[in-house]
């Protein structure tokens, strides 16, 4: 009987695989916003209005103990695309593309990170299942994806270039609310007074610090009145009632001694998810979800099991698990130009923190965040040594190797309770709970960064190189394989007519090549090149 089960489920599973998807399929789209908090009326944060998230918050289900895996962008966005531990990934560090600040870390200026060989962007499940995968525009995955991820992935990307009836999975992304928008927006005009500003305990109260907080909220605002263009665009193609709309940011807010930090404010996030047929519309749900969480919860939604490499958990869907995690975990790694490990877990009130360089200080001389106007004035005002209370806490010369916070009872965790001995067993507790995760999960952090590609790269100076496919073409059907463990194989077929295809298809099985027509192949695995290309 459990043979003949475990047959069935195994048939299940292959079969959930097929690349056509019933006409009844729900598309899936994302609105996807950067470095906020849950500053928004639906969520308590009535500083500025925000209607159109609001709505969808009243017509939808309202999370409220989402978390991020880091503070930053790039490593989030990289557990984020894969279902993993940034960590797990080698993905930790801030960044690892573009600049890597190689005149002060020796290291290249850009390279991806190479997770292990089976993992994908979790799009690539969507498109084996039929869906028409777009995003516009950001990726930030700490990786080159490649082109099999996504059907379209640039500024004109968008589910409207889709098969009639197809469905689809798109993200939409908005930069207004991004760090830097505080100060390249400083002169525009705001949407809220700087006097009404709340100013929270770890700023000093100036006219700075007011202005930047008040444009940064203005710049919440006008992120609102995108949302609700994209609610009316898909209403006006007749797709409201058929697509299952996800809001979410990347982490928290872009503004000084939150951005980049391990406490709550850091990574605490709003996701609001609206059903079209207003399932549990207004209501509120304590489940504690990581970031990691999003990817096997949308392929869960597109009847898609959780691949086995994943750690994240599907919340939604047909493969959701009916608990949450009991902890989550984030991890902070070099940011820029200046290193520092920190690894933090929370059980959704008490947070766990432990330093592994406590000598050095918390605060990160990070140039980048020096063109916002409060945080230059927060530097002048250290320097000048006019910083005090908690305002000056950020700058102390080393910190501690443990942090515990209650974070109910103490939300912006300034009360470290680690020498409390009435936090004794939960101090314990949790510095079990990391040492465990810690022990069961790869953390590439613990590998210096430029012995971590020279493994990634046998050595040489340059990433390995995926293997050309080869392709067999017999009686009419060509079937592809490549050498190399983890590679995804994409193919084109090129008609008689010589008409060229838009996008590269993901190899599954044998297929069937029209008489005459030719066929191209290529294959990649994640932080290898791309492999020469193969012909018939």
């Given at each position: 009987m459990l043979r003949l089960l475990t047959l069935l489920l195994s048939l299940v599973f292959l079969l959930g695989f097929r690349s056509e998807r019933p006409a009844t399929a729900l598309n899936i789209l994302w609105l996807s916003v950067e470095d906020m908090s849950p500053h928004l009326g639906c969520y308590g944060d009535f500083t500025v209005p925000t209607p159109n998230i609001d709505r969808l918050a009243n017509e939808g289900i309202r999370h409220t103990k989402v978390y991020c895996t880091a503070g930053v962008c790039a490593p989030s966005r990289n557990a984020i695309i894969t279902g993993r531990w940034q960590t797990s990934n080698g993905g930790h560090n801030m960044r690892t593309l573009f600049d890597t600040y190689p005149q002060k870390t020796q290291l290249p200026k850009s390279y991806s990170s190479v997770?292990?060989?089976?993992?994908r962007a979790f799009p690539e499940y969507l498109r084996l299942k039929g869906y028409y995968c777009t995003n516009n525009e950001k990726t930030d995955y700490q990786f080159e994806h490649s082109p099999l991820?996504?059907?379209?992935?640039?500024?004109?990307?968008h589910y409207q270039n889709r098969k009639p009836k197809q469905p689809f999975f798109a993200i939409f992304n908005h930069l207004g609310t991004h760090e830097s928008q505080v100060w390249v927006k400083k002169n525009k005009p705001l949407r809220v007074d700087p006097a009404k500003i709340k100013v929270p305990p770890y700023y000093p109260d100036n006219a700075l610090t007011r202005q930047d907080m008040a444009r940064f909220f203005t710049n919440i605002s006008e992120m609102d009145d995108w949302v609700g263009e994209k609610?009316?665009?898909?209403?006006?193609?007749?797709?409201?009632?058929?697509?299952?709309?996800?809001?979410?940011?990347?982490?928290?807010?872009?503004?000084p001694y939150v951005k980049r930090e391990l406490y709550d404010r850091g990574l605490q996030v709003p996701l609001i998810v609206r059903f079209p047929d207003k399932r549990q519309a207004?209501?509120?749900?304590?489940?504690?979800i990581s970031m990691i969480d999003l990817a096997?919860?949308?392929l869960s939604l597109a009847n898609i099991s959780t691949p086995k490499h994943m750690y994240g958990k599907a919340f939604l869907g047909q493969y959701a698990t009916p608990k949450g995690h009991d902890y989550i975990f984030a991890a902070r790694d070099r940011m820029d130009s200046e290193y520092d490990r920190v690894r933090a877990l929370s059980d959704g009130r008490y947070k766990y923190i432990y330093n592994f360089e406590p000598q050095k200080p918390a605060y990160q001389d990070i140039q980048f965040r020096l063109q916002q106007p409060m945080m230059a004035e927060i530097i002048r005002l250290r320097d000048a040594g006019l910083l005090q209370g908690e305002a000056a806490r950020w700058f102390a010369s080393n910190k501690p190797q443990e942090e515990l916070y209650d974070t109910q009872n103490d939300p912006y965790e300034f009360e470290n309770l680690v020498a409390d001995p009435k936090h004794k067993k939960v101090l314990a507790h949790l510095r079990k709970v990391m040492q465990d995760w810690q022990k069961n999960v790869p953390d590439y952090g613990a590998t210096p960064e430029?012995?971590?590609i020279k493994q990634w790269w046998n050595g040489k100076n340059e990433p390995p190189v995926t293997a050309k496919p080869s392709l067999n073409l017999q009686n009419g059907r060509a079937s592809l394989h490549c050498e190399t463990p983890g590679a995804s194989i994409g193919y084109k077929v090129y008609p008689v007519d010589g008409s060229a295809p838009e996008r590269w298809e993901i190899y599954q099985a044998p297929f069937e090549v029209p008489r005459r027509a030719k066929v191209l192949a290529r294959a990649w695995r994640i932080g290898y090149t791309g492999s020469a290309v193969a012909t018939d």
């Open positions: 997770p292990p060989a089976e993992v991820a996504w059907d379209e992935s640039n500024s004109k990307a609610i009316a665009e898909l209403a006006k193609n007749g797709l409201l009632d058929n697509t299952i709309i996800f809001f979410w940011s990347d982490h928290g807010d872009g503004l207004g209501t509120s749900n304590e489940r504690l096997p919860t949308v430029k012995e971590l």
